[in-house]
């Protein structure tokens, strides 16, 4: 197929949030895990969901075309999960700035989510593939609306943060310790 054409753009920039997406399934669960706030790790495993979802849309509009998602490494969600994944494997940062942080490391993923899927969108319109840019709009919608929850939460969890001591800090790591030794 012609390489220098919107379609084929559209189709690679397609399989790449593709792959994105599924490196985020499996990033998700750990993030959940990391979360110490119970509203962010459901937070977390309801956009597990979502992306779950994500992913199938892209699966129908790859099939509706008679063609494959699959092929493409997406390296800046590469890059994104490593920098969440420092976050999580901190040992020195727990607790409330942990959930910070990893809000912080959600919302860089949720903003780039939001600017690819804006763009495959707006490309599936001028393409004439309208059904393909109505599921690319919804998944755009709940990238957004992922967004405006984390901002939410922030608010409260930045405010804890901020209010973290490094004394009791270092308490808290010495009783998440034996938590963590006493669980089975
Ligand atoms: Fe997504
Ligand atoms: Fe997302």
Not at 82 to 94: L, Q, R, T
Not at 104 to 114: G, L, M, T
Not at 145 to 160: C, F, M, P, Q, R
Request: hydrophobic share 35%; aromatic share 4%.
């Amino acid at each position: 197929m012609e390489k220098n054409t919107l379609r084929e753009l559209y189709l690679e920039e397609l399989r790449d949030i593709y792959d994105a997406e599924n490196q985020l399934i499996k990033a998700l669960p750990k993030m959940a895990e990391a979360a110490t706030s119970e509203d962010l790790r459901s937070g977390f495993e309801q956009h597990l969901e979502q992306t779950r979802e994500h992913a199938r849309r892209i699966e129908r509009i790859f099939s509706n075309l008679g063609e494959k998602p699959t092929g493409k490494k997406c390296k800046a969600m590469q890059g994104l999960v490593a920098e969440g994944k420092e976050m999580i494997d901190d040992e020195d940062i727990e607790g409330e700035v942990k959930d910070a942080g990893l809000i912080s490391s959600a919302q860089r993923v949720e903003h780039y989510e939001i600017a690819a899927y804006g763009t495959v969108r707006t490309y599936a319109s001028i393409l004439g593939e309208e059904d393909a840019a109505s599921l690319l709009e919804q998944t755009l919608t709940e990238e957004k609306e992922t967004d405006e929850k984390l901002s939410e939460l922030a608010e409260g969890i930045n405010a804890e943060a901020s209010e973290a001591e490094s004394g009791t800090t270092a308490d808290r790591r010495v009783s998440n310790r034996n938590a963590k030794a006493a669980r089975p």
